[in-house]
């Protein structure tokens, strides 16, 4: 598996607002840490239960992360870094992934060394058709006091395969390979 970080700060990057609150009808945020009967909510867990199984753990009570935002798709345009693959269709996810300690989302060393060990762990997992990228961004965390600006994590996952089928398989493989590197991590 192919696996890499980097730093997204520019004005023009994506950021999140947490919590955030989508339209009436639209998502909305779940706090799956504290209340994770909350999962079943989440619509692309009933679709992916590969996702719901990997929310499940990050957002695990003895784990010092916790999630903000996902989704999940498929898709037959191939970047041109992603030709290496020589595969025809992706199948892919994102997971916004926040520190559970208040004052570590604050710390951009906390979330560069995170991501870099992470990165390093998976880098060491078996070859297959996928990738696994950290992407470092800007959170503003709203609070009783107001709002502060911090980091957060927007992890992609993607599968390649000769169709959806390959992909997603491929897409599940590495997503169980980050769950597994995160709990590794977590441990140490």
């Not at 192919?2 to 779940?30: C, I, N, R, S």
Request: glycine fraction near 6%; proline fraction near 4%; hydrophobic fraction near 40%.
């Amino acid at each position: 598996m192919q696996a890499d970080f980097a730093v997204e700060l520019g004005k023009a990057d994506e950021t999140l607002e947490m919590p955030w609150a989508g339209g009436a009808d639209g998502p909305q945020y779940y706090d799956l840490k504290r209340h994770p009967e909350l999962l079943r909510r989440v619509e692309e867990t009933l679709r992916f239960r590969e996702l719901g199984d990997f929310l499940a753990a990050v957002n695990s009570n003895a784990n010092a992360i916790e999630t903000a935002k996902c989704d999940v798709w498929a898709s037959t345009e191939i970047n041109p870094e992603e030709e290496v693959f020589g595969e025809p269709c992706k199948f892919g996810s994102y997971v916004d992934i926040l520190f559970s300690d208040e004052e570590l989302r604050f710390s951009f060393p906390e979330h560069e060394l995170w991501a870099n060990r992470l990165t390093s762990l998976l880098e060491k997992t078996p070859d297959i058709a996928a990738t696994a990228e950290f992407l470092i961004r800007r959170c503003h965390y709203h609070g009783a006091d107001g709002t502060r600006d911090g980091f957060y994590i927007t992890f992609y996952m993607f599968g390649y395969g000769e169709d959806e089928a390959q992909a997603r398989q491929r897409w599940a493989i590495g997503l169980k390979l980050a769950e597994n590197a995160i709990r590794q991590m977590l441990q140490v």
